[in-house]
C-alpha cells in the first residue's frame, strides 16, 4: 500500500522553509500531494492560481510531488486522495499549541488519518510566508527566504504592476 501524504496550506507564498519540509516528506513517503489552500478568511496576498503555480515551478523536479488546490475540509480532501497523512511544519514552540489542536481536530473528524509534524532545518526555521509578505510589503529582498523561481515570478509580476 503506498503511503500517501498531504502537506497543506495556504502557501502564500511557499517559503524555502515549505520545501525544506516538502523535501524531507520526500524521503519518507511514496507520494505528497501539497495542497494548496484556498482559504479566503486569511486575505491571502496572491491569488490561488499564483499560489499553485509557486509550488508547482518549486517542487517541478520531484517526480513523487503533485500540487492540488482545495477548499473543502482537509480530512475530506485528504479522504478523496486516499491519503492516510497530514505533514504539518513546526518552526518554534509558537506553533506547536496550534498545531496540536488541528492535529487533535483532524483526528477527531476522521481517526484513520495521521498527523506528522516535521521541523525544518535550523536555517529555515524563522521563515514564514508572513514575514516575506512583510518585507514585500516595504519592497526589500526575499531572494534568501523563497525558491529562486518564485522571487522571479513575484519580482516580475510586480515591476509589471
Same mark, same amino acid.
Given at each position: 500500500?503506498?503511503?500517501?501524504?498531504?502537506? !497543506?496550506?495556504?502557501?502564500?507564498p511557499?517559503?524555502?522553509?515549505?520545501?525544506?519540509?516538502?523535501?524531507?516528506?520526500?524521503?519518507?513517503?511514496?507520494?505528497?500531494?501539497?495542497?494548496?489552500?484556498?482559504?479566503?478568511?486569511?486575505?491571502?496576498?496572491?491569488?490561488?492560481?499564483?499560489?499553485?503555480?509557486?509550488?508547482?515551478?518549486?517542487?517541478?523536479?520531484?517526480?513523487?510531488?503533485?500540487?492540488?488546490?482545495?477548499?473543502?475540509?482537509?480530512?475530506?480532501?485528504?479522504?478523496?486522495?486516499?491519503?492516510?497523512?497530514?505533514?504539518?511544519g513546526?518552526?518554534?514552540?509558537?506553533?506547536?499549541?496550534?498545531?496540536?489542536?488541528?492535529?487533535?481536530?483532524?483526528?477527531?473528524?476522521?481517526?484513520?488519518?495521521?498527523?506528522?509534524?516535521?521541523?525544518?532545518?535550523?536555517?529555515?526555521?524563522?521563515?514564514?510566508?508572513?514575514?516575506?509578505?512583510?518585507?514585500?510589503?516595504?519592497?526589500?529582498?526575499?531572494?534568501h527566504?523563497? !525558491?529562486?523561481?518564485?522571487?522571479?515570478?513575484?519580482?516580475?509580476?510586480?515591476?509589471?504592476?
Amino acid at each position: 500500500m503506498k503511503r500517501i501524504a498531504i502537506y !497543506p496550506g495556504t502557501f502564500d507564498p511557499i517559503t524555502n522553509g515549505h520545501l525544506d519540509i516538502i523535501n524531507r516528506a520526500n524521503c519518507l513517503f511514496d507520494k505528497i500531494i501539497v495542497a494548496v489552500a484556498a482559504n479566503p478568511t486569511k486575505k491571502p496576498r496572491f491569488t490561488l492560481q499564483e499560489r499553485v503555480e509557486f509550488v508547482k515551478k518549486s517542487v517541478c523536479s520531484m517526480n513523487n510531488v503533485t500540487v492540488e488546490p482545495f477548499d473543502t475540509l482537509l480530512v475530506d480532501f485528504a479522504r478523496q486522495k486516499n491519503a492516510q497523512i497530514i505533514i504539518r511544519g513546526l518552526r518554534a514552540v509558537s506553533d506547536f499549541e496550534y498545531e496540536l489542536q488541528m492535529g487533535y481536530t483532524n483526528s477527531s473528524l476522521d481517526s484513520n488519518i495521521e498527523t506528522v509534524y516535521l521541523m525544518p532545518t535550523l536555517q529555515n526555521a524563522f521563515i514564514s510566508s508572513s514575514i516575506v509578505r512583510n518585507i514585500l510589503e516595504y519592497n526589500g529582498k526575499i531572494d534568501h527566504l523563497v !525558491p529562486k523561481v518564485v522571487s522571479e515570478l513575484i519580482y516580475t509580476k510586480y515591476k509589471e504592476s
